[in-house]
């Protein structure tokens, strides 16, 4: 089994917290559009800044939702149909707020390139993350 990298680790405890807040949000608030607004935001953060496998931000954030509906249903507290159905919508927005951030990362390195010290980098378009190499013209 491949364990994540050390600075990943950070990003998965941010991703399971984030998809927490906006299951709590969800359930507490009683507020769908809130909650998906978050989980949105949320989830285009964490896949711009690791653009990597973006389907892990979208699975952790997107899946806090469902939890805490589910959680709500073994408590007390008794939500309607409406809102347990509601919460599988925050699933769908984090899956396309994954791929966007991802393509505004992929957008922020093709149009700004880096320059050092007055020498031109380059940017390779053709791979699926973007390196960056220099010109030694």
């Not at 949000?25 to 964490?46: K, Q």
């Not at 509906?69 to 409406?82: D, H, I, Q, V």
């Not at 951030?101 to 699926?128: C, S, Y």
């Amino acid at each position: 089994m491949i364990s994540p990298k050390k600075p990943d680790l950070l990003y998965y405890l941010l991703a399971v917290i984030f998809g927490a807040a906006c299951g709590y949000v969800h359930i507490r608030l009683e507020d769908s559009s809130l909650s998906v607004l978050m989980v949105t935001a949320f989830t285009m953060f964490l896949a711009y800044r690791r653009p990597t496998r973006v389907w892990r931000w979208a699975v952790l954030v997107g899946l806090g939702m469902p939890a805490a509906g589910f959680l709500a249903l073994l408590t007390r507290e008794r939500p309607s149909r409406g809102m347990i159905a509601g919460t599988f919508a925050g699933l769908a927005f984090s899956i396309v707020a994954a791929i966007g951030g991802k393509v505004l990362h992929r957008a922020r390195t093709i149009l700004f390139e880096k320059k050092v010290d007055g020498e031109q980098w380059t940017v390779d378009r053709n791979e699926a993350n973007a390196s960056v190499t220099r010109d030694r013209t």
